[in-house]
């Protein structure tokens, strides 16, 4: 049995190998678990971040909640939010693996666990800058007004941060992939057919909620 952080760092530097050895994991599900947690609570602590210095959400809200007071209330969903996407986006999975001539052969289980560290890995490279923001908004008096302005008018910082979003999402998308492909074994072009509307659904879900 290998431990928590062997299944964390390994889905960086050997994710085949990571992933594969996950399957053979006598508590593998607990261990996603836990993976996701702590990317939620990652989260958590840069939204009260955002709350207390007062930051507004720097894309269009899609709930009927004031911006005002936006990162107030995603302090009590951001956490349900990514544990609830985590386990429709595996849902998914399985039913799209199900359908046609080859079959899917992973469980419910083994799709939960390996796509748990697949999602984490991304969602904690993009959780990197939102912290550094929410540090410099809560402790260095920064103002958000700065930040939006560097990365909105087009330059340096608006190709940084396009170039940034690009390489989470494709990441994303890679170890989604692996997931897919460990946990049920799919031909290659199904695999990726399967992998990419499993992004998708994430993604979308995620940006619904989360700011």
């Excluded at 595996?90 to 999602?119: C, M, P, Q, V, Y």
């Excluded at 057919?193 to 909620?209: K, N």
């Amino acid at each position: 049995m290998k431990s928590f952080w062997y299944y964390f760092l390994g889905m960086i530097f050997f994710p085949w190998r990571a992933a594969s050895h996950l399957l053979l994991e006598p508590r593998k599900l607990p261990k996603a678990t836990k993976s996701i947690l702590f990317i939620g609570i990652l989260y958590l602590l840069a939204t009260s971040a955002l709350a207390v210095s007062g930051a507004l959400p720097m894309a269009p809200a899609w709930l009927s909640i004031s911006t005002e007071n936006y990162y107030f209330w995603q302090i009590f969903f951001v956490v349900p939010v990514v544990v609830l996407d985590w386990i429709l986006t595996a849902g998914l999975i399985l039913w799209l693996s199900r359908g046609g001539k080859k079959k899917g052969s992973g469980t419910f289980e083994d799709t939960l666990a390996t796509l748990g560290f697949a999602l984490t890995l991304p969602l904690f490279l993009a959780w990197i800058p939102e912290a550094f923001i929410s540090f410099l908004l809560l402790f260095a008096a920064w103002r958000q007004e700065k930040f939006v302005e560097l990365v909105s008018q087009p330059g340096v910082w608006q190709g940084a941060a396009l170039i940034f979003l690009i390489v989470v999402l494709f990441w994303l998308l890679i170890l989604i992939s692996i997931a897919v492909s460990v946990s049920q074994k799919l031909r290659w072009w199904r695999t990726m057919a399967v992998s990419i509307l499993a992004t998708v659904v994430f993604v979308i879900v995620l940006f619904i909620f989360i700011r």
